[in-house]
């Protein structure tokens, strides 16, 4: 069996567990779409009121609210160990997937699906559907902008968790971190300027979560579209020399216990 | 000759919940103090907010397109009133992970066989971490704003916006209980979490202040306990009075005594379920 095979098969698990309780799955998914709704009104009221911000309307911040819930979603469908993977490394649980043969990363993004990420998922949808403007025919370049933007959200959350392998702090750093990339993906591109757009682009790398995306889907070239696939081939492999550098040090010993 | 019998001194029960409460202030309060790292962190987290958020409305204000709300925005655009209420909003401690964790995880039970109220010295406990969390965003808001270059607001709107801020983050963890108090009922918080905390972001003003909405809108928000909370502070920072100052005052009374009584429904029919039913 494959690394790919087992990780499916684990996410299988993983999705089955996240709707056994199917009263708490509902709510939290219904609770998570009731908290979208509310953050599209506040940003229509905002654009009823602003009209405009730097170029963007509100079929912009649709887009773009719409492709981050959506690679919320996936994220935590389908990788939603990425979450507490920080404290799965520092409370030494990763000790049982080394006696396995089987890649530790994948089986550890496996580990769990969180019940709220389909409620992102489904709103995150509607919102690409009903508000960003966009034709059918933009569907394969709104896939694309998908998987490239999840590629870079979960490898730099990969990359905040391998923290853990250094620092015992990297617990809540870690999430904190992934927490001002999610900030930083949720405001109109056009206000970063200077610093806050390096970091926008580097270590918070909203820019190519959602924003490069954004600028992909508004209009697609061969440029843009390179800008985001090398963006999430970079990060990936950046999470990846992080996570077995990380693992590494782990198999030495050297690791904080949390 | 005097009784060798022992009398047993029964302290009076509001006096013992009292000092238990005061006990566990001081516990919140020195714990984030000892943990300073972690609030450093959070100050750290206050700035990268505001820093998102003073770039969009300073985007905003220097567009200034006509035939919109661009008009109204104060001199210094609404920078200063989203460093209020994002201080507020960011020291509440977060009282319903703490009830979360206490019922569904069963630590609850040996709670109630002890003679102290669990919950007045939960919500104390909140109220410690809050206050030092207060203190030191403030700091930080404060250092910020100096270094910022951007121009000040009077020296009395400080003294508003601190007195109303510090009753509106009392506002907040009293939200906030009555959303741990749902664990009682849901298991998991997170929903009524997030639907709170996006009511706060709209009827509390947390992004925009409400006196934008159009007039139905305003009247409905500042009824809430929301505007309580974010609101009331916020404006002062952007129009400080004396009236408004003393009516915000009187309307966060009211809703700290409107939530304690609902809170103590709230909690009395919870303890009658699990009497019941068990958790």
Redesign the interface.
Same mark, same amino acid.
């Given at each position: 069996m494959s690394a790919v095979a087992t990780y499916a098969a684990n996410v299988a698990v993983a999705i089955r567990t996240s709707l056994m309780d199917r009263t708490?799955f509902l709510?939290?998914s +219904?609770?998570?779409i +009731?908290?979208d709704v %509310? %953050?599209l009104?506040?940003w229509y009221? %905002?654009f009823a009121? #602003?009209?405009? +911000?730097?170029g963007w309307g509100l079929s912009d911040v649709a887009l773009m609210l719409g492709l981050m819930m959506c690679i919320v979603g996936i994220a935590g469908v389908f990788f939603g160990g990425y979450r507490d993977m920080a404290a799965t490394i520092l409370r030494g649980e990763i000790d049982a997937l080394l006696t396995q043969p089987k890649g530790v990363l994948l089986r550890l993004l496996a580990r769990e699906s969180i019940a &709220?990420a389909w409620g992102d998922l489904a709103m995150g949808l509607w919102m690409l559907a009903s508000f960003a403007q966009l034709s059918w025919r933009a569907l394969p370049l709104v896939a694309a902008g998908i998987v490239c933007g999840a590629t870079v959200y979960v490898a730099s959350a990969v990359v905040y968790a391998s923290l853990a392998f250094w620092f015992a702090?990297a617990r $809540? #750093?870690a999430r904190?971190l992934t927490d #001002?990339m999610l900030? #930083?993906s949720t405001?109109?591109g $056009?206000?970063? &300027?200077g610093a &806050?757009k390096f970091v926008a682009f580097t270590l918070l790398p909203a820019g190519f979560v959602v924003l490069a995306p954004v600028t992909f889907l508004r209009a697609p070239s061969l440029r843009t579209l390179a800008t985001i696939v090398v963006a999430a081939l970079v990060y990936a492999a950046f999470a990846a020399i992080a996570f077995h550098l990380g693992l590494r040090r782990y198999r030495q010993g050297k690791v904080p216990t949390g | 000759m005097p009784s060798t019998v022992p009398t047993i001194r029964t302290e009076p029960r509001l006096a013992g919940a009292l000092a238990a409460a005061l006990s566990a202030f001081a516990l919140g309060l020195r714990r984030n103090l000892v943990n300073w !790292?972690?609030l450093m962190?959070r100050c750290l987290?206050y700035l990268?907010?505001m820093? *998102?958020i003073s770039?969009?409305w300073?985007?905003?204000a220097a567009?200034h397109?006509p035939?919109?709300?661009?008009a109204l925005l104060p001199p210094g655009g609404l920078t200063l009133y989203a460093g209020a209420t994002e201080w507020i909003t960011l020291s509440v401690a977060s009282i319903h992970l703490r009830l979360e964790d206490d019922i569904r995880f069963g630590a609850l039970e040996p709670q109630l066989l002890r003679p102290k109220p669990y919950l007045l010295q939960k919500i104390a406990e909140a109220l410690g971490d809050t206050a030092a969390r207060l203190v030191g965003i403030a700091a930080a808001a404060l250092l910020a704003l100096a270094l910022s270059g951007r121009i000040a607001p009077p020296p009395i709107a400080f003294v508003y916006v601190a007195v109303l801020g510090v009753l509106g983050a009392a506002i907040g963890v009293l939200l906030l209980t009555l959303v741990g108090l749902c664990a009682f009922w @849901?298991?998991?918080v @997170? !929903? !009524?979490y997030? *639907?709170m905390?996006?009511?706060m972001? *709209?009827f509390g003003g947390l992004?925009?202040p409400i006196g934008?909405?159009p007039p139905w809108l305003y009247h409905a928000a500042l009824a809430t306990p929301f505007a309580a909370n974010l609101f009331l502070a916020g404006n002062q920072a952007i129009a400080p009075s004396a009236a408004s100052f003393g009516a915000g005052l009187l309307l966060q009374f009211a809703w700290i005594a409107v939530l304690s009584c609902l809170i103590a429904l709230v909690w009395r029919a919870a303890l009658r379920k699990i009497l019941r039913e068990g958790l």
């Open positions: 708490n709510l939290q +219904v609770g998570m +009731v908290n %509310f %953050f009104v506040l009221m %905002f009121g #602003f009209r405009r +911000v730097g &709220t702090g $809540s #750093f904190d #001002f900030l #930083f405001y109109p $056009s206000i970063y &300027t &806050t | !790292p972690v962190g987290f990268v907010v820093t *998102i770039a969009l300073d985007a905003v567009q397109l035939g919109t709300m661009a @849901l298991r998991r @997170l !929903p !009524p997030l *639907i905390q996006k009511a972001f *709209i992004f925009a934008y909405y």
